[in-house]
């Protein structure tokens, strides 16, 4: 059905930056809202940013001002830029993407992508 692909993730030192992508693929009618959610251990997963399709954005608290969500319409892809990166992001960082697929235009649903690890460590 559909299919999201995420890279970008690695080790980065206190204050560095890195930026995650995600393309999605596969039997797409339509993409709504596209995010990013993370998961420390022993914490839940917990939304980091999202942004819908006319481009309006929110932001965990914890992340404004050092996050940037975007999205390439055009390549079915979402972006985050982390910025001023702290050790408490260090997570597995998921994309979450609302589709409604060529067989379900009414009924869109939500994929998820592998998962990245990004580990903010001096």
């Known amino acids: 059905q559909v299919q999201l692909v995420e890279s970008g993730g690695g080790l980065v030192q206190p204050g560095g930056s890195l930026r995650l992508s995600c393309a999605a693929s596969g039997s797409i009618f339509a993409i709504y809202q596209m995010g990013w959610y993370r998961q420390a251990p022993g914490n839940e997963r917990e939304l980091v940013a999202a942004?819908?399709?006319?481009?309006?954005?929110n932001y965990a608290d914890s992340v404004k001002g050092r996050f940037t969500i975007s999205r390439d319409n055009a390549k079915n892809t979402v972006y985050l830029h982390l910025n001023s990166l702290k050790p408490e992001d260090t997570a597995v960082y998921y994309c979450?993407?609302?589709?409604?697929?060529?067989?379900?235009?009414?009924?869109?649903?939500?994929?998820w992508g592998q998962g990245t690890q990004v580990t903010v460590s001096s």
């Open positions: 979450n993407v609302q589709v409604a697929t060529t067989t379900l235009r009414l009924s869109p649903r939500d994929f």
């Open positions: 942004i819908i399709t006319g481009g309006s954005t």
